[in-house]
């Protein structure tokens, strides 16, 4: 096991947090920071595969998070008036009895994550911005905005795709890049059949709707937009109204009820990945500060919580710290590139207007590779 006196995890979003905790259950003395007043995370959902709800059922939250979300095993493809046309398996985790898809409010898995932090006695600090790293050959004096330091001997940046620290340690590092989608998130009260992942397919965009609470399903809807334009947050419930004319079944009424008072959110897609090696000194990138992954897995937070798992795995079984973060980066290496990589291939495809079959092979791979242990 690498000794360290104090580990500080730079970022408070949902690899952070599961960082912590997964350095805590190993017996590290872990603080975080996290720049905004508080650790939690703008009202939408989020769609949790099966090796993220392994890895939550690792990190101790998985009944919390059951409880909380919607899950079930298996996916649908439909076409645009709702006919389906695929029912998709799910790839069920060897030795794992859990379900293989489904969703959970951000906000509230933050809150799930963050009552954990408490729980395993996690020191938290909110508001708090690093601003500043500097390294010596026996720890790290962490700056913040505040103009107090702190001194530790091992950060962790989970500082998301934007990262900070990605930029200032890396500046050559590959940057995220747009990759041509932008995606329409919307919350709506949940039919009784859309009681799975389900996808809609055959029109412009392409729609999912997915379960994430008992009563309330999550709306995403990929677009084309290659000149990437600007979209003005009034404008944009008009604009989802707009997009889902084409689409006939439970959408119909999703639609119907969008209105000045929904709560929409659009974003254009980016993604990237960092070459190896993902430290340098004390200082190791985590999550989307590593590998800035499309939504079209829905595998990005599940990639974060999996190198929590792994960054906690390689300390406690390696002697120093160098040898950890090199066998950390080893290992996470091949899947993040998977996801990432696949994920583009699908957006790619979408754009290409390919048959609803070529995306279900990409897709079926790439569950089939990420069910395997990590
Ligand atoms: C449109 C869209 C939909 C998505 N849908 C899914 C999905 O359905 N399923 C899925 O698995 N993934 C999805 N993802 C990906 C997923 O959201 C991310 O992979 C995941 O949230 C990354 O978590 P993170 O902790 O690495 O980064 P973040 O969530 O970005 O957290 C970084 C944190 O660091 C803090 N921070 C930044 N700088 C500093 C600083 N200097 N000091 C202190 N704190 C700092 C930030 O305030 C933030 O809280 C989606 C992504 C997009 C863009």
Not at 3 to 29: N, T
Not at 79 to 90: N, P, T
Not at 278 to 294: P, S
């Amino acid at each position: 096991m690498v000794k360290l006196e104090r580990i500080l995890v730079l970022g408070g979003g949902i690899g952070g947090m599961c960082a912590a905790i997964a350095l805590a259950r190993k017996g590290y003395h872990v603080d975080l920071c996290e720049a905004q007043s508080e650790l939690s995370a703008q009202g939408s959902g989020l769609t949790l595969m099966g090796p993220a709800l392994r890895a939550l059922h690792k990190l101790g939250v998985w009944p919390a998070v059951r409880d909380a979300g919607n899950f079930a095993t298996g996916s649908r493809i439909l076409d645009a008036q709702g006919k389906v046309i695929v029912e998709r398996d799910g790839h069920r985790l060897p030795g794992l009895d859990l379900p293989t898809a489904g969703g959970i409010l951000r906000p509230v898995l933050h809150d799930i994550l963050a009552n954990r932090l408490r729980e395993v006695g996690i020191l938290t600090h909110v508001g708090l911005a690093a601003s500043e790293l500097l390294q010596s050959a026996d720890d790290v004096e962490v700056r913040y905005v505040d103009g107090s330091s702190s001194r530790h001997d091992l950060v962790v940046a989970a500082d998301g795709l934007m990262s900070s620290t990605r930029r200032t340690l890396w500046p050559e590092a590959v940057k995220p890049a747009f990759t041509g989608q932008g995606c329409w998130r919307l919350i709506a009260e949940r039919p009784a059949s859309i009681d799975r992942p389900t996808f809609y397919v055959g029109a412009p965009v392409t729609v999912g709707a997915v379960p994430c609470s008992p009563t309330h399903m999550y709306v995403w809807v990929l677009q084309h937009v290659p000149d990437n334009p600007w979209v003005d947050p009034a404008a944009q419930p008009a604009l989802l109204r707009e997009l889902l004319e084409p689409f006939g079944g439970d959408l119909v009424e999703v639609r119907q009820n969008i209105g000045p008072q929904s709560n929409v959110n659009y974003r254009p897609l980016e993604a990237f990945l960092m070459e190896a090696p993902w430290h340098k000194g004390r200082v190791v990138l985590l999550g989307d500060a590593a590998h800035g992954t499309t939504p079209h897995l829905a595998s990005g937070a599940g990639m974060a919580m999996e190198d929590a798992l792994v960054l906690a795995d390689s300390l406690s079984t390696h002697e120093t710290l160098d040898a950890a973060l090199t066998a950390h980066t080893q290992r996470r290496v091949p899947r993040c590139t998977l996801v990432v990589k696949n994920s583009v291939a699908i957006g790619d495809a979408e754009m290409r207007h390919e048959p609803a079959a070529t995306l279900n092979e990409i897709m079926t791979r790439s569950h089939k590779a990420l069910v395997e242990m990590y």
